[in-house]
């Protein structure tokens, strides 16, 4: 069933800060008619108003940053536009309208598919000109591992809620794996950021397969997780575009999921997570309540020693997140961390990224991973938000985002490999 615009209405609770809450979970979403406006405030009072207006109506606000200045996405479903329209005008607070048809813009953002790999049987399905089901990037994985199997090793680390496997790709030519300092990038934390995942795949492709890269595997490993969510990918296929979190049960029987980046134990169920299951930023029961999260961080614990560098990719903002993240307060090697960031950023040529603490620059996020990776010693965390206007990205875009984000991992490996391995030997 297609849930009609004024469906909306009767939900009551449509979007409060909560997940687009079909009445059954396995109801296709539509956005028909949904817009999503950019508000621009002047003044601490017309700030504080507009937040009001997104609290009381439970809209979802794309992008809420603490800072004044920066303009506030909201998500408004149809039957609140004319009274939203009526109330900013009566504020005489500007606004554009940046979507006016969420679901036509859904529609054509993966509208070109890869015909040619279905219809003759290639290696794989994968390109960077459509976004691919999960299907399509894991045979990619398998490809990689099969084709390439002195570069790289397909890790299995455990299932999803519902039963998926998830993958972390191991890059390294040395004889003696797993003895280098090594990067860690992940991606697909949530769901519906989906130029994360095809960025992910799209550096796999390139450390793997472009031997001109062949520099960045010099004295450095490299564990790479395209999708750390894949119920949730999956979900975002198919049923409902938007969807962020995992997929697992929680206790209220309406709400499923947990916000995956509000999961992770460190600071856990502090400032900018919920414990409220409907909420988009549900922090679930407890930390590391999701098996994704559980099996990612046991692994990455297993290999701190070895992994020097945590990178995990999101959409959108065109900026790198330092910790911490729980609170604006900043670990003790802040600055060290910021300028070999803003040695990445400054490779870039498309888009240009800003460099800050996550919760001066965005607002808190307790629970984060990166938060967590810091704290278990890893020297170098970021959060890097990739660049889009929303959580909508035309597949056309895949390739230039990706282009140009991936010389920054030269400045990147060229760091790493400086760095020692510190091993625990058993006593
Ligand atoms: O809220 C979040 O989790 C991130 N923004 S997003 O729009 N991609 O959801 C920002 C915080 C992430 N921070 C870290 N992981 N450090
Ligand atoms: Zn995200």
Redesign the pocket.
Known sequence: MHLLPFAWLVLGCVFCFCQAAPTNDDDFVTYSEFQVWKITTRSNEENKLVLQMIRHYGFEAW?DSDAISAPIGVLIPPPFLEEMKLKLAATNISYEVEISDLQTAINDENASINVSAITTKMAHKMDWTSYHRLDDIYGYLKYLADTYPKLVRLIDIGTSYEDRPLYVVRISNSSSPDTQPAVWIDAGI?AR?WISPAVATYILHQLVEEPTNAGLLLNVDWYIMPIMNPDGYEYTHMKNRLW?KTRSKTSSKKCRGV?A??NFGYQWGGA?SSRDPCAI?FRGANAFSEPETLATSNFITEKSKQIKLYL?L????QVF?L?W?HSVTYPSDYDEMKSLAKNAASKFKRYKYRVGN?AAV??R?SG????WAKSIGIDYSY?V?LPAKDFLLPASRILPVSQDFFPALEVFAAKVATLKVTYSFPA
């Open positions: 992008k949530h950021e962020r916000d980046n509000r900018g930023k995990t999101h959409s959108f903002g997140l910790p993240g996550l965005l607002y996020a984060n991973s990166a938060d959060t938000e």
